[in-house]
Each structure stands twice: as structure tokens, then as C-alpha cells.
């Protein structure tokens, strides 16, 4: 047991240069785990003279992924080149070649995932992401192996740093969404493009792979549905902060007594005394309602270069042990049910309301009729005429609602001759946990 | 692969109906993971004729330890009796018949537990302890896995539901800690004698087992410096309040760069912000700090039938992996670094200090000029008039000091003229993580 392990690297952004930092800095402490020296040796780039803040050997580098995915010395390949279908080639490639992966590329698992592990599977190889779904928190593991035992009922995660940034400073600071974007982009929480995290995709990649994980059921990045935060203003921030209310982006995955289940991104009021609720700045969270467990909550750091690469070197440590006992291949079992997704009849919730209206005799018995019509019914109302105009605003948080009722109620609404106009609607969570 | 596999029980109170009802319960999910039957096939038990609140075949119930441990049937010993001398004597007999263990047991674990872990290696035994820290959260797990590619430099744990309930109630309604505690023993949350809780000792025993895990190096229960709630007042904590700080009673341990450890309990100050000050009620959580992943923290229920039982029964399920893979007995390392304790002039930390001072001209110099003697500087200072008295109100927040300093300043306090009481003093931590 002296020969050491040779990992190559898909890829040496800011993840990847951290993979090959940790691996050096923490050498003694995976030595001293695994009984072997463990060495980055081959690291595919697109460009090799570029110039990078981490000390490489030129020799290791190479742009040929083949020197990587073929290369009979290298055990372990570790993928952080993100991209989708040209990565796959490689990871199964790889994987056919006997090659271990880790991965931290959500992109990818959300949506090839099942197949990748089948071919892992298939070739009694470790397939690992643990990076892909909230950074540093090892929350894969948890709910594959800490909660092993129990029945996960319910997932509430967030999964995206940008948009939590943006989210906590629109709050704590009053100020307007566009503003906060820019300045996140300058910060380099979000990208010149943002539409990807604030649309809520990179949180919907990231739910499906918890929820396939949690629910033991094959989930695909179509059956999330998703809102994003673009439209969020600074009047609804203000009303939530009114009426004890924390908005965040939440992904939920929620299942029944029938297995049947709902998987959401959506912006989301919670109580401000929900664990989620103090989560902040670009801090991730995933939150785990088990039925015999009761609350869990997972908190760190969601991306990051050396979080996420703690990640993948803990992933690689997994492997490793693995490869010293010949027990590769083994870790996730394959689906337990068939996907059953909940209807919008059987998906319920709270709501939040804000809609101006004609400030008149009626306007306000108008909506509550629409209300009662369906029999939705209101926690919390507030009505305050608008400045300098002839509207009146009212916030509503309903009770609990199915979505179908609630949809009809909404498109029946805009029709209400004393509605001026519907701001906005809110999901909001939290105070019965199911 | 059809065998299926028996689980004896030591014990059957409130964890041990639990890990009943939980293998029974989950039985579908158990034996997708393992690809068998499980089964809870003997129980030892104190009262044959005891009535309880489960279903139990009379027939698997023995008052006879041995009809578990002597027993070539069952694969799987589940001590779940509690306490600490005839309980090791069981568990070192029950691996040397080589028999996996898995103990919710952190009396046993702080004590012996290198000593077992040793004994099941020897045997090539599993010995899992997830349940015994923090009941239901998946700490250890993640330590020693989910981090296992980072240098841990400090873990602080809110773990010891008593007193977190206590705190709690004691600083969201201004009530006094004799009567909150005796509201905690009317619901159950306390016991009749509560030193172990309240003075600290439960807590000890749980960061002497993280400590050990975190750092990889054997710390003892008597490594631990404790000091429990009882003696804090409300008065305390209406000015944590005015301050901005929440009270905890606060397990920590930190090593610094030569892997020097210190490892403590005490009633700790914690800025609101901190994402342990909001971890309220019976909840608990382990907040870590890595090197390379930075702040994470895990939240959930530390004790309650079933969250105990789900980490016990998960621990379970990977001893039947392990037995499906025959690689029991290779999760824990041996310690990588010999123990080095900080001394007193190493313990850096701020401080939170309430005194009594004769309300006099120079009083506040003379303390002033007390602290100067130890380069001890001030972040914080109040000093009020207590009413009916020609005494004043003295509350310091110090910068960071040495517990040595700090030690020698409390001595010379007492008996400077000026100080009539030194009322209390507490540490501060959260702002600068290390």
C-alpha cells in the first residue's frame, strides 16, 4: 500500500485551482487517512499559457482531455470543467475506462445524472457530486447516509448565493433590484449574464438533484417549476418585514403519504423566526423535515473556490478508502419509486397578496366574495389607501390554499371590476412545516 | 442475499422504542438500501413486566445481557441502556464476539471511547456513535466525512438541549433561572437532578467526543474546563440584549497553527448575528469552521425518541453496508496528532464583565488603569447609577485577552477599593471567527 493515487482534472478554473491547493496544503491529512500519497498529475485546460495564481507544473498541463479520460495511470478523474454534453462524453468515457469521477457540476447531474450513475454502476465505479448542490455543506451526504434511516418528507433549500446577496441587501438596505444586481455583478456574485441564477435555473438543477436524492425518485429538471426574483420590488420586501416575514428564493420538494411529489423554486415568504429566514449574503442552506428526525437544517458556504473544492477532496477521500477496500461503486442505490408528481389540486400553501384597488364601497367585499367562492380564506389583511390616487392597497397571506384554487382565483381577479391592478403573489412557508 | 439481518437491543426506554418503531416503520427503505430483512430480534431489558407504550413480542424481551451479546444469532448489538462501567463491559464483550455496536452512549464514548474504538478495530468491528452528539444532526458523520479533505481550526456546538431551553425562555421573557428550570422539569425537558445538564457536564462529554473526531487527537473528558448556567441572572441578560449579544452555553473547541487545542464549555456571549444565536428552544447545533470550507453549521433536534433513534438506525444501515461489502471496521483512523493542550496565556478571547463599583471619582480610573497593567483594551463600556444605592454599574466588553490576563485582572479586581462586587463575567466570541 505505498503506490500513491493520481487524480487528473477536468478543468482548473477557480474550482479546479482549488482541488489542486487543498490536495497539496492537506496532504498529511489525506495521507493519514487513506495510507497513500494522493498527487493532481495531469490537468486538461484550454489554454496553457494562461496565466494562473497557483504555482503548476507546465508539465501537468495539457489541452487533450484523452491524456485524462485515457490515461491508464490516472484512478480518479475529477470534473470541473462545467458545460453539459461535451462533459458528458468525457465522464463517460471516463467511467468506461474505470475511471472514478467526482464532479461538481449541477448542470450536469440535474441533468444526466441518472444515466452517469447507471454507467458508474455498471462499471463498479464511484460516481461522487457532492460539490454540485450547495457548495461546501455536505448535504448529499446527509440525507443519503445521515438520514438513511428516515423518510424525508420535506426539502426546503437555498441553493443559489446571487440570488440570497441580492435578496438580504434589497432587505436589509431598502434598496431597489436593479440596483443590487449591478452591484453584485461588480462584486462578482453574479454574472454578466445573471438570467441563469436569478430566474431560479441554477436553484431548479440543484432541487432536482436533492430531491431525486431524498426522495429516492427520479426527478427531472422539467417537472421544477420555477420563478425567479426579477420582479421582486421594494414595496413587497417592505410589507414582509410588516408582517413578520423573511423573502428568500426557497427550492421546496415536498412529498405526501402517497409518495407523490412537488418540486418548486420559487421566492418565498418565511416567518422570520424559520431557521431559513437568517440565512444570509451568500450563505446556502438546505433545510430537512424527516418524519422521524423532525427539523434539520445545513448551513455554509454555496460556492467558492475552496469550499466547493473541499467538497470535491472530501468526495476524493470517499473514493480513495473505497479503492483500499475494492468497495467502488456501491454508495447510491437506484431509485426506490417511480416518479408520481402532485397536481395542482394536491399542491397546498399559504399565499401573499398585493393588489391595488378602486377605493370604493364594495371593492374590498368584492375580493373576499372571489375568496370565499373557493374556499380560501385570509390569515392576515392589510388595507392603506395609496398616496395621491383614488387606489387603495390591500396585502392579503391566505391560509392554506391549493394551487389550482388559488391560480383561478388569481386569473378571476384581474377581471373584478374594483381591481386596478394585481402587484404581486407570494408563496409563503413555514408555519406548519407540511 | 437473502439472510436477514438480527439486531439486538441493551435497552429498551425512550431511544430504544424508538429504534423499534423506526425499524419497523422504514422497514421498505431499509431493505431497499441493503437488499434484506432487518429485524430487532432480542431486547434486554431491566422489568419484563413493565408496561410500555410499543408493541413488543413478549418473547424477544430477556432481563439476560448475554441472550444479546453471547447471542451467534444477532449481527448487530444496539446499546441504547445507557451508563458507563457494566455498559463497557457489555460492548467490549458484544466486539470481541464480533459483533457490530452502535451506542447513542456519549457517557461511555467520552470516557472509553478510544478504548472501544481500539477493541473493534482489533475485531474488525464497526463501532458508531452518531446519536451520542447532538442527537438527530449528522455531526460526526460530517466531521469525519463530509470534511474530511479540511483542516478543522474550531467547532462551537450548542449541544445540550436543557440548557439551550433554559437560555432561551430566560431571555425571551426576563424569568429567572430557578423558575424557568422548574418549568423545564414539569415538561420534561429537565431532569429532577439536573446538574449534568445544567452545570455543564452532558455538554463536556459531547465536545470531548467532537473535539477527538474534529481534530484527530484523544481529548479527555478532563481536558474539558467547564462551567454551566446557574449562576446567570436576568440581569445578565437584559444587557446582552442592550448590547446586541445573545447567551449561550457554548461548547468550544479551537487549535490553533502549532495544533494546540483548547477545548471549553461556558455561558458564552454570541453577536446576534452569529448563526448559533438564533438556534433557540431544545434545538441544537455544531457550528465548524474549516480552513478551506470556512463557516458551516448543523442544525437539528439533539434528543427525543425519534430524532436519537433515526441517527442510530442510520448508523445501523451503514454497519449493514459495510456487512454487505465485508469492510466493517475501517471508518475511524487512529487519532494523527498527539494531544497538546493551549495554556492559559494561549486562550484568547474577549469578555463580558459586570462589576459594582462605589460611585466615587476614580473609580472607573482605577479599573481602567487595572486593565492597562494587562494591555487588556476596552470594545464596550455602560456604567450607570443603580437606583437606591451609592453604587454604580460597571459592564465591559474587552477586546481580545488572554485567559491568563484576564484571570490575574479578576483576582486584583476584588480586591481594588473601589470594586464592591464583581457580579459576573462571561466570554465573548463570534465577531473575528478564530
Known sequence: MVKSISIGLLGLGTVGSGVVQIVERHQDKLMHQIGCPVEVTKIVVKNLDKKRDIDIDPAKLTTDPNEVIENPNIDIVVEVMGGIEETRNYVIKALRNK??????????????????LQIAAENGCDLFFEASVAGGIPII???????ASDRILKLMGIVNGTTNYILTKMTEEGRAYEEVLKEAQALGYAEADPTSDVEG???????????TLGFSMLIDLDDVKVTGISNITEEDLEYC??????????GIASRDEQDKVEVSVQPTLLPNSHPLASVNDVFNAVYVYGEAVGETMFYGPGAGRLPTATAVVSDVVEVMKNMRLGVNGNRFAAPQFTKQLK???????????????????GAFAAITSLFADYNVSFEKILQLPLK???????????????????????????????????????RVEGEEVL
Chains 1, 2 share one sequence.
Open 99 to 116: 475511471k472514478h469521477v467526482v464532479t461538481a457540476n449541477k448542470d450536469l447531474m440535474a441533468v444526466y445524472g441518472a444515466e452517469l
Open 141 to 147: 451526504r446527509s440525507l443519503v447516509e445521515g438520514l
Open 201 to 211: 435555473l441554477d436553484a431548479a438543477r440543484k432541487m432536482a438533484i436533492l430531491a
Open 241 to 250: 418585514k410588516r408582517l413578520g416575514y423573511t423573502m428568500k428564493l426557497i
Open 343 to 361: 397536481s395542482d389540486e394536491e399542491i397546498y400553501s399559504k399565499y401573499f397578496l398585493r393588489i391595488h384597488v378602486k377605493d370604493q364601497a
Open 388 to 426: 395621491d390616487s383614488d387606489l387603495a392597497e390591500i396585502v392579503i397571506i391566505t391560509h392554506q390554499a391549493s394551487k389550482k384554487a388559488y391560480d383561478e382565483i388569481m386569473k378571476k381577479l384581474n377581471s373584478l371590476d374594483v381591481v386596478y391592478e394585481v402587484k404581486s403573489s407570494y
